[in-house]
């Protein structure tokens, strides 16, 4: 406890003043640990519902529509939750807006294991949405924000590194559980459903979330944006020093413009009103994030493989290894991308994910309908599972990660708060749409043309980098 106390001292400084000049590497570090436990939270959030959807049905006695609606109603949720997050962080400042959020976090996993009816669970879902959403863009923004420029991009890309974790050990997590019990609706401890156990798993890393941020300092960048000078300058110098503490809080002062606090209007341009091209470049990429299609992988993954031929057993393995590919991706990015830079690794994601897409919709059209009306692919079986393999893999190496560092720090210091507001709301409409559409247009137009949609998508990904996105690597944020 000694060593997260220290994190929050704006005192006692004489340590810091004998290598003034050097980083101070284990309290970044451990203040970006701390900030990720949101990202963690994110993906365990978004992974739990998936064990749980059985004992909901039994539970409520809802139809599949109702059903879907439970399971969907969080992504309305994170929608609202990284708007009024993205405004309220240069209101009330980032790491106060975190704490709400871990709050949130907690609210959600008590109440989704205590509701009664299906409307109750609906409202502890949505209120975990929230949380999602929140954490979703403060995480990155945040670590932005306390990184050195030639450490920000790793720091920012172990979000999605947690993400993954938190995915994949929602999973584990309930697997676990129902191999005690028997199935999710059985009762386990003090005869209480499995399911609801499984939201209660989510308090423990919840309440160690609250608990550490009290241990985290404010972001220097909203302390300049509140003019307090005094305390931005101590986070500074335990940070980096406190001799470029000094020169970086006068550069971060002149980055903002001290007429007026950042407002949601700031991301107009005055003479025209129209939005500033730098926030339509945050809602390309993070609209495209979602057009390829990576979540149909994340909510779908095993409908799709049963849609195939596979059976149940061996579609549960297949996530499982895609989930071993993702975070072998997510590592190699992680060590990566402060050397080859942010935009290469976008390029070459956008490359991969276009022909392995097209690998797989080649593999669906040459599959064959049985007389159940389930497609077969034979022959085509090992193809499409070594190219959705391929699509996971180059998501996760580029678009998954870099998206967030390039949100949390491509915006200017006046309008960061705004920026990440309109880029995550957009972020969660399209991953609502993408959502809600797939079963659709699964059944309506079949896996191949679906596929070659989200191929499509990957294609203007290529262009979009290459026309709009400029690189940031080992950029000060105030060069922005």
Avoid at 206 to 216: E, G, M, Q, R
Avoid at 302 to 325: C, H, K, M, P, R
Avoid at 379 to 405: C, H, K, Q
């Amino acid at each position: 406890m000694t060593i997260t106390k220290n994190l929050t001292s704006t005192h006692d400084l004489s340590a810091e003043d004998a290598h003034s000049n050097q980083e101070n590497l284990l309290q970044i570090f451990l203040i970006a640990g701390v900030a990720t436990i949101g990202g963690f939270l994110f993906g365990f959030d978004s992974g739990v519902i998936n064990g749980t959807v059985d004992g909901l049905k039994m539970a409520f006695n809802s139809d599949s529509v109702a059903t879907g609606f439970n399971v969907a109603s969080m992504l309305l949720g994170c929608a609202l939750g990284a708007f009024i997050a993205g405004r309220s962080a240069d209101i009330y400042g980032r790491k106060s807006i975190l704490i709400v959020t871990a709050v949130l976090f907690i609210i959600s996993s008590l109440g989704s294991g205590i509701a009664t009816s299906s409307w109750e669970f609906v409202v502890y879902r949505l209120i975990g949405g929230l949380a999602v959403g929140a954490a979703s863009v403060l995480t990155p923004a945040y670590i932005s924000e306390i990184a050195p420029a030639r450490l920000r991009g790793m720091l920012s890309s172990i979000q999605q590194v947690a993400i993954i974790s938190g995915l994949f050990l929602s999973f584990l997590s309930n697997y676990v559980l129902v191999k005690f019990s028997g199935s999710s609706s059985a009762e386990l401890w003090l005869n209480v459903e499995t399911w609801r156990w499984m939201f209660w798993v989510e308090l423990i890393p919840a309440i160690l979330f609250l608990v550490t941020l009290f241990f985290i300092p404010e972001s220097p960048r909203y302390l300049a944006i509140k003019n307090n000078e005094k305390e931005g300058i101590a986070v500074l110098t335990r940070l980096i020093g406190a001799h470029k503490a000094q020169s970086l809080w006068q550069d971060i002062r002149l980055s903002l413009d001290t007429a007026h606090q950042p407002k949601l209007s700031d991301v107009l341009q005055p003479n025209t009103k129209k939005l500033k091209p730098i926030i339509w470049v945050g809602i390309g990429l993070a609209v495209l994030q979602q057009l390829v299609g990576i979540n149909v992988v994340f909510y779908y993954g095993a409908v799709l493989w049963q849609a195939v031929g596979f059976s149940e057993t061996d579609s549960l393995f297949i996530n499982i290894i895609s989930g071993g590919v993702s975070i072998l991706a997510c590592v190699i990015t992680l060590f990566l991308i402060d050397k080859v830079g942010r935009k290469p690794f976008l390029l070459v994601g956008s490359l991969g994910m276009s022909f392995s897409l097209i690998g797989l919709a080649v593999s669906f059209a040459n599959g064959t309908v049985d007389a159940q009306g389930q497609l077969q692919l034979a022959e085509w079986g090992f193809a499409a599972l070594v190219n959705a393999n391929l699509y996971v893999f180059f998501f996760n190496l580029s678009w998954g990660p870099v998206m967030w560092v390039m949100l949390g720090e491509m915006f200017p210091n006046q309008i960061r708060g705004s920026g990440l507001a309109i880029a995550g709301l957009s972020q969660w409409i399209a991953n609502f749409v993408i959502t809600m559409t797939f079963p659709l247009l699964l059944t309506s137009i079949g896996l191949a043309i679906t596929y070659s949609i989200y191929a499509f998508f990957a294609f203007i990904s290529i262009i979009f980098v290459l026309w709009f996105v400029v690189e940031t690597k080992g950029k000060q944020l105030e060069s922005m």
